[in-house]
Nanobody
């Protein structure tokens, strides 16, 4: 069982930056692909970014490509989401998730989820 805890959310003005962190309760370095998803009010949860176990492969949703960067520190069992040039439409609860094997963009492919952290971007 992997427990995930997100942090780093908050309120920021449009054009600003935030860095989200997701700490895992056990070693994820050798086994788990990590992903970030988000869910805005009244909308379905959507894929944002994912990174494979080694950090050598990443994948982004088109809506965040060039603005967000996913990374991981396997020594700390932590994954990050650096968010730059934030827009009001980025406002959502952001969730960290973990799965074995390869990167996936579908929520049902992920086995473990954090509780989420709120990101609010004001215009």
């Amino acid at each position: 069982q992997v427990q995930l805890v997100e942090s780093g959310g908050g309120l920021v003005q449009a054009g600003g930056s935030l860095r989200l962190s997701c700490a895992a309760s056990q070693r994820t370095r050798s086994s788990y692909t990590m992903g970030w998803f988000r869910q805005a009010p009244g909308k379905e949860r959507e894929f944002v970014a994912a990174i494979n176990w080694s950090g050598g492969s990443t994948y982004y949703a088109d809506s965040v490509k060039g603005r967000f960067t996913i990374s991981r520190d396997n020594a700390k069992d932590t994954v990050y989401l650096q968010m730059n040039s934030l827009k009001p439409e980025d406002t959502a609860v952001y969730y960290c998730a973990a799965k074995t094997r390869s990167i996936a963009v579908i929520t049902t492919r992920y086995d473990y989820w954090g509780q989420g952290t709120q990101v609010t971007v004001s215009s």
